[in-house]
Every structure is written in structure tokens, then in C-alpha cells.
């Protein structure tokens, strides 16, 4: 399935740096960042279980958020795109 991760992390302390952080390197380690803030994840539903409770012990829930959009396993219907970067398929071959 393909979910969208947004989130918003508090930077004005080094604490919330270091969170911010921490969540863009989990985010990486599952998907492909198409926006500063925003992730798309092809995961299965047991890395999308881990993925989600990793993300949720990174952030402090007083100043940051996380917003998770479920696009399903038919997501290629519900994604258009428009401008600069090109359109990324999460089940296109990897070029590394």
C-alpha cells in the first residue's frame, strides 16, 4: 500500500532539530521524500505497523505533528502531478 507521511516538527530548539531529523531519516529509510515535509511510503502492513510507531516515539506530541494518508494499492489513480520534480513510481526499478 502506498501512504503518504506529512509532519511538522517544533525547530526552535536543538531538541526539535534533532527530532526533525530522526523522523526525515525514517521517513528515508521507507520512501521517497516528493516534498520537504512529505514522504510517500510503499510499505506492507507489518513495516507500515514499525514505521508508524517509530514515528510517533520521535516526536513530541505537545509541539510536533504527523498526518498519514492512506492512497492504498491503487494510488496510481489518486496521484497527479504538476511542475518541477519529476512524478516518483515506488514500484519503478531502483537506480542507486
Known amino acids: 500500500m502506498l ?3 506529512a509532519y511538522d516538527v517544533n525547530t526552535e ?3 526539535g532539530k534533532r527530532r526533525l531529523r530522526q523522523v526525515a531519516k525514517l521517513c528515508e529509510n521507507y ?3 516528493v516534498q ?3 514522504f510517500e511510503c510503499s510499505v506492507q502492513n507489518d513495516l507500515w505497523v ?3 510507531a517509530r514515528l510517533a516515539a520521535a516526536i513530541d506530541p505537545e509541539t510536533d505533528s504527523l498526518r ?3 492512497l492504498g494499492n491503487k494510488w496510481q489513480e489518486r ?3 504538476i511542475g518541477a520534480k519529476p512524478a516518483y513510481n515506488p514500484e ?3 537506480i542507486v
Do not use: C, M, N
Open 50 to 52: 514499525k514505521l508508524r
Open 13 to 15: 530548539t536543538e531538541a
Open 79 to 81: 496521484i497527479e502531478h
Open 68 to 70: 498519514f494518508y492512506f
Open 36 to 38: 520537504f515535509s512529505l
Open 92 to 94: 519503478g526499478p531502483l
Open 31 to 33: 520512501g521517497q521524500r
Open 3 to 5: 501512504v503518504v507521511v
